[in-house]
Protein backbone atom coordinates (compact mmCIF):
# COMPACT_ATOMS: atom_id res chain seq x y z
CA UNK A 1 0.00 0.00 0.00
CA UNK A 2 1.31 3.37 -1.19
CA UNK A 3 0.37 7.17 -0.32
CA UNK A 4 0.12 9.84 -2.71
CA UNK A 5 -0.83 13.26 -2.71
CA UNK A 6 -2.02 15.48 -5.77
CA UNK A 7 -2.48 19.30 -6.03
CA UNK A 8 -6.01 19.58 -8.12
CA UNK A 9 -6.85 21.82 -10.70
CA UNK A 10 -10.04 23.42 -12.30
CA UNK A 11 -12.50 21.90 -9.33
CA UNK A 12 -15.37 24.60 -8.40
CA UNK A 13 -17.52 22.75 -6.00
CA UNK A 14 -18.25 19.88 -3.75
CA UNK A 15 -19.62 18.02 -7.22
CA UNK A 16 -16.16 18.17 -8.28
CA UNK A 17 -15.14 16.81 -4.86
CA UNK A 18 -17.74 13.83 -4.87
CA UNK A 19 -16.91 13.11 -8.77
CA UNK A 20 -13.05 12.65 -7.58
CA UNK A 21 -14.05 10.16 -4.21
CA UNK A 22 -16.03 8.14 -6.58
CA UNK A 23 -12.79 7.11 -8.12
CA UNK A 24 -12.12 4.95 -5.51
CA UNK A 25 -14.98 2.33 -6.59
CA UNK A 26 -14.05 2.93 -10.56
CA UNK A 27 -10.33 2.68 -10.36
CA UNK A 28 -8.93 -1.11 -9.59
CA UNK A 29 -6.46 -0.42 -7.42
CA UNK A 30 -7.34 2.66 -5.40
CA UNK A 31 -8.19 1.96 -1.83
CA UNK A 32 -9.01 5.52 -0.31
CA UNK A 33 -9.69 9.04 -1.82
CA UNK A 34 -9.42 12.29 0.36
CA UNK A 35 -10.26 15.70 -1.35
CA UNK A 36 -9.75 18.42 0.27
CA UNK A 37 -11.88 21.32 -1.34
CA UNK A 38 -10.74 24.33 0.51
CA UNK A 39 -6.51 23.23 0.30
CA UNK A 40 -7.33 22.15 -3.48
CA UNK A 41 -5.11 18.94 -2.30
CA UNK A 42 -5.65 14.82 -2.35
CA UNK A 43 -4.86 12.10 -0.66
CA UNK A 44 -4.86 9.07 -2.32
CA UNK A 45 -4.19 4.97 -1.04
CA UNK A 46 -3.43 2.71 -3.61
CA UNK A 47 -1.95 -0.59 -4.22
CA UNK A 48 0.88 -0.12 -6.23
CA UNK A 49 1.16 -3.66 -7.66
CA UNK A 50 -2.50 -2.37 -9.80
CA UNK A 51 -1.81 0.96 -9.73
CA UNK A 52 0.47 4.00 -10.50
CA UNK A 53 0.23 7.75 -10.05
CA UNK A 54 0.40 8.25 -13.39
CA UNK A 55 -2.40 6.31 -14.34
CA UNK A 56 -3.63 8.57 -10.61
CA UNK A 57 -3.52 11.39 -13.52
CA UNK A 58 -4.53 10.27 -16.40
CA UNK A 59 -7.80 9.18 -14.85
CA UNK A 60 -8.59 12.96 -13.32
CA UNK A 61 -7.18 14.59 -16.42
CA UNK A 62 -10.15 12.46 -18.74
CA UNK A 63 -12.90 13.43 -15.80
CA UNK A 64 -11.81 17.46 -16.86
CA UNK A 65 -9.77 18.74 -13.62
CA UNK A 66 -5.75 18.48 -13.00
CA UNK A 67 -4.15 16.58 -10.60
CA UNK A 68 0.36 17.11 -10.02
CA UNK A 69 2.03 14.70 -7.87
CA UNK A 70 3.58 16.41 -4.76
CA UNK A 71 5.98 15.13 -1.98
CA UNK A 72 3.95 13.52 1.15
CA UNK A 73 6.12 14.68 3.95
CA UNK A 74 8.84 17.30 5.03
CA UNK A 75 11.17 17.60 7.58
CA UNK A 76 8.60 18.14 10.38
CA UNK A 77 7.13 14.82 9.41
CA UNK A 78 3.84 14.21 7.61
CA UNK A 79 2.12 17.51 6.08
CA UNK A 80 -0.84 15.81 5.36
CA UNK A 81 -2.24 16.01 8.64
CA UNK A 82 -1.32 19.80 8.30
CA UNK A 83 -3.38 19.81 5.46
CA UNK A 84 -6.43 18.56 7.03
CA UNK A 85 -6.87 20.54 10.05
CA UNK A 86 -9.14 23.32 9.93
Not at 4 to 31: A, P, R
Request: some cysteine; overall charge negative.
Amino acid sequence: MATQQFELKNISCSSCVIHLEGMEDDLDGIEKIDVNFKKQMMKVDYDQDKITPDHIVSAVTKMGYGAIPVETTDKKGSSWSRLFRS
